[in-house]
């Protein structure tokens, strides 16, 4: 309920994660992490990718930036 004056308050919602090789159960995941707010996605940096996985990304950081 909006009281009068003021504006509507929204959830935010916020993920990160490295989506390379973006496929089905990212999106999934991302739909329903938007159903609780508008949402907000930190991607990892090709750097963060190798760090983690111990490989480069198989995507770019601009090819996945771009796809997300």
């Known amino acids: 309920?909006?009281?009068?004056g003021m504006a509507?308050?929204?959830?935010k919602a916020f993920v990160s994660g490295c989506?390379?090789?973006l496929h089905s159960g990212h999106v999934e995941f991302l739909?329903?992490?938007a159903e609780y707010g508008d949402l907000y996605v930190a991607l990892g940096s090709d750097q963060?990718?190798?760090?983690?996985?111990?490989?480069p990304p198989v995507n770019s950081e601009e090819e996945r930036?771009?796809?997300?």
Do not use: C, P, Y
């Open 1 to 4: 309920m909006e009281r009068e």
């Open 8 to 11: 509507e308050v929204r959830k």
């Open 65 to 68: 930036r771009f796809m997300m």
């Open 48 to 55: 963060t990718v190798f760090g983690l996985k111990g490989r």
């Open 31 to 33: 739909q329903r992490a």
């Open 19 to 21: 989506f390379d090789m």
